[in-house]
């Protein structure tokens, strides 16, 4: 049995990447300065700014919020309903349950009232799933932000999520997309900051910090997820890093210190405004415009409840 570094306790985790054995207290002291750090070492809110989490009701995102309550930050949620049965009713419950315990404020969008529910769409639509689905998610969270005040939007993505895309945009070397991956994302051109704090997180230590602050989380998966490429990428690189530990966190500073100067020096396409909702498109009218007049729901629109 390893001792904690800090105190000679029995310890409840070993990090192999940090090389760090810690008991409970000491792993949430360092769970929180290790997110504290990042977020000033990326610049990507300070005290005063309102931030905006989404929450989808599992252990990344409610750790996020929760870490970031912790530490005093002024925070609000947003969770988006995406009416895939079972999942997203359970999913709502427990973000739910998490902000009343929290006393925090919930906004809730319901995407079957404004367009339609994502099985709906994955039956009208050919591409893959998830990454439709990830297009409306960031459709909206930007659009209430902006509506709702916010100037920066926090996302659970971890390391697990951030290497397997890396790794997915680089196989493909999709430039446009390796230009984007980076943990702040600047206001600007109708976009709201938006801010990765658990980029340096793996899905454990995510989940570890979850179960020893007694958060409620979702731990069943989405039914779309199991043929999402995502999923076996990540399996990939944790056979990868099982053998050679830190190699993910490596992958992924790396390109943000050195390649994504480089790409960045390109600047971007020129972005505009959709002509039928007024969200920042590289077209004239933005692709979730164009989903919803395939559904022949025009560009009407609800607002999030609280
Ligand atoms: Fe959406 Fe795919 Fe995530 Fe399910 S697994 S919530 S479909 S992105
Ligand atoms: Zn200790
Ligand atoms: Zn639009």
Redesign the pocket.
């Known amino acids: 049995m390893r001792r904690c570094l800090k105190c000679s306790a029995k310890s409840v985790v070993y990090l192999p990447q940090h090389r760090l054995a810690l008991c409970k207290e000491h792993y949430l002291e360092w769970y929180l300065k290790r997110v504290e750090d990042t977020i000033k070492e990326f610049r990507m809110f300070d005290r005063t700014n309102r931030v905006l989490v989404a929450v ?1 009701g599992g252990k990344d995102s409610l750790s996020l919020w929760d870490a970031l309550l912790s530490l005093g930050y002024k925070m609000d949620g947003l969770y988006i309903n ?1 009416g ?1 049965g079972h ?1 997203s009713e359970l999913s709502r419950k427990v973000c739910e349950e998490f902000a009343k315990s929290k006393k925090a404020v919930l906004h809730t969008v319901e995407l079957e009232k404004d367009m339609a529910s ?1 099985p709906s769409l ?1 039956e009208m639509e050919k591409r893959p ?2 990454s ?3 297009q409306i ?1 960031r459709y909206y969270l930007n659009r209430y932000a902006r509506e709702l005040g916010y100037e920066v939007i926090a996302t659970g993505h971890n390391l697990d999520d951030e290497t397997a895309t890396l790794f997915s945009n680089t196989l493909s070397w999709q430039l446009e997309y390796l230009k984007r991956q980076y943990p702040v994302l600047s206001e600007g051109n109708g976009f709201v900051r938006k801010v990765k704090p658990l980029f340096k997180m793996s899905e454990k230590e995510n989940a570890l910090y979850a179960f020893l602050r007694g958060i409620n989380f979702v731990e069943e ?5 199991e043929g ?1 490429s995502s999923v076996e990428y990540k399996r990939l690189l944790s056979q990868i890093e099982e053998k050679s530990p830190g190699t993910k966190l490596r992958f992924y500073t790396e390109f943000i210190r050195r390649v994504h100067p480089i790409l960045k020096q390109e600047g971007g396409v020129p972005i505009g405004a959709c002509s039928v909702c007024g969200e920042p498109t590289t077209s004239d009218v933005c692709s979730v415009c164009r989903l919803k007049a395939r559904l022949s729901l025009g560009s009407s629109s609800s607002s999030p409840s609280s």
């Open positions: 989808s995406l895939i999942y994502i994955k799933v998830c439709l689905c990830g998610k998966e989405c039914p779309f997820a999402a």
